[in-house]
Structures are given as C-alpha cells and as structure tokens.
C-alpha cells in the first residue's frame, strides 16, 4: 500500500494518507486490545482465584466473572455525555491510565471484595475503551475503508483475548497441576497463590504503551467541528486526505451541524426523527450479546468440562479458541467494505442459530469430546466474522454528528448491560435447564436477530457518515 492514493468518486482530488490513518487507528485500537485483555483475562484464572477465595456457591462464581461489567456498564454510561463534552482524544487518555492501575490493583488483591472493586474499576476503563475507540476510528476514516478500519478494533479486541488466553496458558502451565486437582492443592499452588496475579498484572505492559500513544494522536476532526473549532478540525482531515478532501469534508460535516449547539440534550434521544435510529442501534448492541457466544469465552472451563475434557485440556482449547477468532477477524477486515454490513450480520445470525442449535442436541445426547469443541470453533469463526466486527461497525456509523458521542453511549451502555445479565444467568439457566436447553434458547434468540435485521438493517458500505445521517433521517442527498 502506498503511503497516499488518489481517490475517485465522493471525494474526487483526495490524496488519503493511508500511513498516518493506520497509525492513528492502530493506537486508538489500543483501546480494544486491552479491552479485549481485561476482559477476557478473568476466564483462565477463574480455576485459581476462585480456589484462593474459597468461592463455592453459584452466585460468587457469577459475581466474580460479572462485576466487572457493571463497571462496563457505568464507563458506557459516561463516555457519551464525556466525550461530547470534552473530545475523544483525553477520555482515551483517561482509559488508558485507568487500564494501567487497575491491572496492578487487581494483582495485588487479597480479599475478594477488593478483588471485586477493582474488577470493577477495570470495568469503567473497559466501557470507555468500548465506546471510544470505534467511535473515534469511524470519524477519522475515509468512507472506502470505514469498515476495515473501524473492524481494526475488534481485531485487537481478538489479539488482547488470545494474548490473555496464551499468557494464562502459559503463566499456569510453569508448574502444572495434576488433572483431578483438588480445590485445596489448586489455591497452594504457585499458579494458585502467585500465577494468576500477573496473569492480571501483565495488563500494564501494553497499557502504558497506549498512555504514550494518545499523547501523539489528534482529536476526532469531527467533534472538533462540532466544538467550535473548524480550523482545527480541517488541519487534521488535511493531514488525512489533503486540502481538496479537508475542505469538502469540513463543509459537509458544517451542513449537518447548522444551528446545533455544543451541549446535547438526552431527550433529543426520544424525538420521532431518533428514536427508531437509536432503536436499532440498541437492538444491534443487546442481540450480539444475547446471541449466547459470550459464554463460550466467559465460561470456557465449564463447557469443555461438559464435554469431557480434563483442565490442561481446558486450557490448550481455549487458546484454539483465540486462534480461530483472530483467523476469522481477518477474514471480516476483508469483506466488511466487500461484501457489505447487512448480509454479514445476516449470515452470522443465520449461522450461530444452526450452530447452537446442534451444540445444544449434542448435549443432550451426552456428546462429548471432539465432536463439541468443532461445534465450539465453528460458533466461534461464524461470530467472529460477522456480529463481533460488524455490530461495532454499524453503531459507530448510524448516529447523527451531533448527538454520536450520546446516542452511541446509550447502544454501548445497553450492550453492557445485556452482557451482564447473559454471563450472570447461565451458569443459574445451565443449572436449572441444563446446557442442552440453554443453548437452544440462544439459537431461537439469534433465529430473531436474522428476521429482525434483514427486516429493518440499511446497508452503509461506502456512504459517508453525513450520508447515512440524511439517508437514515429520510432526507435527500
């Protein structure tokens, strides 16, 4: 790729600077990375913390696993109205360091409510980092590669899962425990005292490596002209794709922001022109996540241990896992902008309702073994190649230049919260239903994601963002 290309159509006379937008994007991405690290981290060192703190009942093995999205929860919730307010470059910035102190702090925990308040804290630094970094990749990119550039993101959120997945395969495979170990040797072990500590701990590393970075990033061109600041603003789409496409741009970004004020108002969220913007971007957020596939990655031990397979073949399966998402990411980063959204989250619903659909009949004929773990990676690629990248994609585009920092905090927020009741409730559904059921509750639920969506998705591929705002308002362009 050469570091400027002449672009046709749109943006006729543009010279895109692809070298400094990938650079730019790659650190903002960041963001997925650790969000992808620190949340997933928790899945291969729940066998030894839960050990230390002697957690026994369901609701503790819950409690564990989930309280760092309410603190998700409550990042989404704030990064809207924050970053409206005061830009996406300095919120990054704050997650950034949140994401360095809590690794450290949750290291270093030794009673569980600490543990706990610090998974949390964590959390805040998760749904900042998940709201901002495709927010803030999508209002730098050129149209064209919108799509690639926004799945850059959900690419590091694979890289950050499967690096916590070797890292605690690796970490506990120092000094390995006998198969059938018993909850008192697990919490004496090195791995059980010591190991999951800096399986925590290693956070930091790329952590500080993105406080560094978002001290050379520039602000989002488009909260800029938002703000008041147009020059400002046409200096970075200059550095982006040149004078002729800074100039076109900044007047385009100007139409949609005639007589807006800088404050948004959440109850512009309710008005008609809105609602059934902000409608889809939440039923995008709460399907992906009810789609059931979050389990697999939360509760990984207990679905292989379902299936047969003994604890260092639990851990060697969940970095397969990691392999096949990041495989499968790859894939999406080539055919978001080709393909399109639309038949993209269409064939991943489609796909995972089949999937899970035999996985849940496999449990109920007391399959075991191989049989269950391609079941798994198929669930896993399908996924990773449509509603992972996608969903982030699509809700980073289809709201309003004024209110997007907002409406995109509410798609997040409820995200998060749909995240949480999936990972609180199935090890209660699995134990009252049985795996089996449960996961034919998540088929019948992604069978409802695909009539929903190929009823009332648009397509966005290659349209600007001031496109699909006066497309999706039911305006002329």
Known sequence: MTDTMQETGSHQGARFNYRYIWLISMVAALGGLLFGYDWIVISGTDIFYEAYFKLETPWQVGWAKSSALIGCLFGAMLAGGLSDRFGRKWLLFCAAALFTVTSIGTALANVFWLFILWRIVGGMAIGLASNLSPLYITEIAPPHTRGKLVSLNQLTIVIGILLAQFVNWRIASLYPLPDEATAAQIAGSWAGQVGWRWMFAATAVPAMVFVVGMLFVPESP???????????????????????????????????????????????????????????????????????????????????????????????????IGSVNLIATLVAMRTVDRWGRRPLILLGYAGLAVLFGILGLEFALGGRGIQVLLLVLAAIACYAMSLAPITWVLISEIFPNRIRGTAMSVAVTSLWIACFVLTETFPILREMLGPAITFWLYAVICLFGFVLFKRRLPETKGRTLEQIERELAGEPH
């Open 222 to 320: 488009r909260w800029l002209t938002k703000s008041g600041q147009p020059d400002q603003a046409q200096t970075v789409l200059a550095r982006i794709g040149g004078y002729a496409y800074a100039k076109a741009t900044l007047a385009d970004i100007q139409a949609t922001l005639i007589n807006e004020v800088q404050k948004v108002n959440y109850r512009e969220l309710l008005s008609p022109q809105l609602r059934k913007i902000q409608i889809l971007g939440v039923a995008l957020a709460v399907l992906q996540q009810w789609s059931g596939i979050n389990v697999i990655f939360y509760y990984a031990k207990d679905v292989f241990h379902e299936a047969g397979f003994k604890v260092a073949d639990i851990l060697i399966n969940i970095v397969c």
